[in-house]
Nanobody, 127 residues
């Protein structure tokens, strides 16, 4: 059974940092992209970042470029989202998801492309 479990959310003040983790289980290979998404109250779920299976190719939403870093450790079947310089606008439930293809030339932050989702972890940035 394919499963994704997020962790690492919490409360933080503006300017602070958090690192989210996404632990994958049940995947028989590393041949899947990981995407991070977020959903704030009353808003649609939006793509934040994605990373290809080999971990080299990444993509970021304009709103998080230069502040967030996505990575993955395939030896641990875990992906990460390092979030720095957080603002109140980053407050949301954060989800990770897996895309098992077929793949385009780069990973995508289009939520419709993702097959498997975690349950989400809450990130709250408060002043």
């Amino acid at each position: 059974q394919l499963q994704l479990v997020e962790s690492g959310g919490g409360l933080v003040q503006p300017g602070g940092s958090l690192r989210l983790s996404c632990a994958a289980s049940g995947f028989t290979s590393d041949y899947y992209d990981i995407g991070w998404f977020r959903q704030a109250p009353g808003k649609e779920r939006e793509g934040v970042s994605c990373i290809r299976g080999h971990g080299i190719s990444t993509k970021y939403a304009d709103s998080v470029k230069g502040r967030f870093t996505i990575s993955r450790d395939n030896t641990k079947n875990t992906a990460y989202l390092q979030m720095n310089s957080l603002t109140v606008e980053d407050t949301a439930v954060y989800f990770c998801a897996a895309d098992r293809g077929p793949f385009s030339s780069t990973c995508t932050t289009d939520k419709g492309r993702y097959d498997y989702w975690g349950q989400g972890t809450q990130v709250t940035v408060f002043s």
